[in-house]
């Protein structure tokens, strides 16, 4: 019988599996970098060399060879001989001017800094730099509504397809982010009244993608802290997509009540969330998103589906149904 190699690299127990999970974020970087420099949507529908690429992207020839050469390796881009094209995935996706570009990683570059505070944030158990959104850059503001946005466009199909709108003549998106709910909402029921609330400095880059839809006049825009300020009242239904995960149980309670008193008697919530099984470990990305919410809130989280039973149960909201969709999210819809 052959012996079982004790070399730590091929053994049973190999340390491989914990240097792909230490290394891979020089994967993430290589993604980023090629998206800032705009390598996907230089080559397009073409196949280009090095030089022609670093030339368009305005980098030493070497150093872009080296980059492109890591984009194949990632299975990113195809090498045919000196030649380099975009796979179908990322003509899709990371071509601008495509409808399905999602290539504005911006906010996602943020994200890659704010994450090398994670370790400090495990030792207090608070977010290290907390800035409210409102205080930040409108840059920053820019890059987050983008990235909500297409993110939301996605799953809109088959987020909206689950939620019945017979009786539905007027609907909240409550911190609509990019307004892409709303805008489908207005887009399979015309007739129905569809308004977005949210901070001002969102509802600001939400209207520009309103008035690239040409939707201007479909959709009416509120801003404001819906803790605290007036958003109206008499709806038939009010939609929370990726909301609540960003406030305490509390400050959700406390919400449940201004949504409660916002809508008509029979008026119905849809709340549509990332949500965690109770031994808080699957859906695995739930864990990381938890993690993301302690480095980028005062005091978000994921929460289990009994913790938003139990929120709805507390905001007097009654007739309670969950649907799982196939994104890893649940929506809940209640009943006042």
Request: hydrophobic share 40%; charged share 30%.
């Amino acid at each position: 019988m052959k012996k079982k190699s004790d070399n730590p690299l091929i053994s049973d127990d190999s340390v491989n599996a914990i240097l792909t999970i230490l290394t891979a974020f020089r994967q993430s970087k290589v993604l980023l970098s090629a998206c800032e420099l705009d390598i996907f949507t230089i080559i397009g529908n073409d196949q280009k060399n090095v030089k022609e690429i670093a030339i368009s992207a305005g980098t030493e020839e070497k150093a872009t060879g080296k980059l492109l050469n890591a984009l194949v390796a990632m299975q990113l881009l195809i090498k045919h001989d000196d030649k380099y094209q975009n796979t179908k995935g990322t003509r899709r996706f990371l071509v601008k001017g495509r409808p399905e570009y999602i290539g504005n990683m911006m906010f996602m570059t943020a994200q890659f800094e704010k994450w090398m505070e994670l370790t400090e944030c495990i030792r207090t158990g608070k977010a290290a730099s907390y800035q409210d959104i409102e205080d930040k850059p409108k840059e920053w503001i820019r890059d987050y509504v983008d990235s909500v946005y297409w993110r939301s466009k996605m799953q809109i199909p088959d987020i909206v397809s689950m939620v019945n709108l017979r009786d539905i003549n007027s609907l909240l998106d409550l911190g609509c982010g990019g307004a892409s709910y709303a805008m489908e909402f207005k887009r399979i029921k015309p007739e129905m009244k569809v308004t977005a609330f949210d901070l001002p400095k969102i509802i600001y880059e939400a209207n520009k993608h309103i008035e690239r839809e040409d939707m201007v006049r479909d959709i009416n825009l509120m801003s404001g802290d819906f803790m605290k300020d007036d958003f109206g009242k008499g709806y038939d239904a009010i939609f929370i997509s990726d909301v609540m995960s960003h406030f305490s149980f509390a400050e959700n309670t406390k919400l449940m009540h201004r949504v409660y008193d916002a809508l008509v008697r029979g008026g119905k919530l849809i709340v549509h969330d990332t949500f965690i099984d109770d031994e808080r470990l699957e859906p695995v990305s739930a864990t990381f998103d938890s993690l993301g919410y302690l480095i980028n809130t005062e005091d978000g989280d994921v929460f289990t589906e009994s913790d938003i039973w139990m929120i709805l149960k507390e905001g007097w909201f009654g007739n309670i149904k969950m649907i799982t969709t196939p994104f890893n999210t649940s929506i809940f819809i209640a009943e006042k």
